[in-house]
């Protein structure tokens, strides 16, 4: 019989991204007697407790003092008060994953206390459907035992990267955390073309869900390089090169480099506001 222990990983908040990422590890095989959380809405809590969570509670009393990774999942005007709430319950054993915008290590370190290693995570909303995309951030400080545990849980709600410093995480909310809205507008354009076209609303709406859908899992399973994907679209001469000429001749590019560099430039301020 194993003598390990399983780690135990305590939701501050428990709405939807906490939700996602319990549901994921529960998935997965993690005991739901391991995961605990505290929210002041009770049917936040019975939620979870429909999964199997027992360690639930409206009041964080108790429920971060055996945590081994305690995951900050509120907004982030509540979080500096939410965590000196549950300070006296955090020491060295304990790591903080932090999922919320724009709130710097150096601030979350000052709530939490400053013998706990804070993680810091970039998610975004597909996470509720187990497609999410989270950059995570840790100092080189940060043991591996906490950083697989951090990668556990965002692992559970999709797929996981590291960068290499905290600033990056500013390109990481302007390429994924916010990307999400860059591709519901580009369907609701496209769609809102079809019908201009003489497509009926449903199904022009339909057509191209779909053909977003399809495009990113051929983009996300193909072998080949997506600008290859792109050119096997691409007869000379064809349709497809016309529409591409003109969202060329529209500067397609450096309108959305413009859209991303200015989503980063709003991270880093609002970063900036909050540390
Ligand atoms: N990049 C992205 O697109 C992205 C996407 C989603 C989330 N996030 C980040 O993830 C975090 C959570 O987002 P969410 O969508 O899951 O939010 P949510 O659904 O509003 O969940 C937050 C939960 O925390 C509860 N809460 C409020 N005060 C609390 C306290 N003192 N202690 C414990 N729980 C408390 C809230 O309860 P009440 O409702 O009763 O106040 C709510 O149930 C946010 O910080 C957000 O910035 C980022």
């Known amino acids: 019989m194993s003598s390990e222990v399983a780690p135990v990983i305590a939701f501050l908040g428990a709405g939807n991204m906490a939700s996602a990422m319990i549901s994921g590890l529960i998935a997965k095989g993690f005991s739901p007697s391991c995961l605990h959380a505290s929210d002041p809405s009770e049917e936040a809590l019975s939620g979870l407790e429909a999964l199997g969570l027992t360690h639930v509670g409206t009041s964080p009393e108790g429920l971060f003092e055996r945590a081994n990774l305690v995951v900050a999942a509120v907004k982030p005007q509540i979080l500096p008060a939410a965590l000196t709430a549950i300070r006296d319950q955090l020491g060295p054993h304990s790591a903080l994953l932090s999922i919320a915008a724009g709130i710097p290590i150096s601030s979350l370190q000052t709530h939490a206390g400053e013998d706990v290693a804070i993680i810091r995570c970039m998610p975004n909303t597909p996470a509720m459907i187990g497609l999410g995309a989270s950059a995570l951030y840790a100092a080189d400080s940060v043991s591996g035992t906490h950083r697989d545990l951090a990668e556990q849980v965002t692992s559970a709600a999709g797929k996981t990267v590291w960068v290499a410093s905290e600033h990056l995480l500013d390109a990481v909310t302007a390429v994924s955390g916010s990307g999400p809205a860059y591709f519901f507008a580009l369907i609701e354009a496209i769609a809102q073309a079809g019908v201009a076209l003489g497509l009926e609303e449903d199904v022009s709406m339909a057509l191209t869900v779909q053909t ?64």
């Open 212 to 275: 977003a859908l399809g495009a990113a899992s051929l983009a996300a399973q193909s072998t080949e390089p997506v600008a290859v994907l792109r050119e096997k679209v691409t007869s000379p001469g064809g349709t497809t090169e016309k529409a591409l000429q003109s969202l060329q001749t529209s500067q397609f590019d450096a309108v959305v480099a413009e859209a991303v560099r200015q989503c980063a430039a709003r991270a880093k301020a609002l970063g900036e506001e909050f540390g």
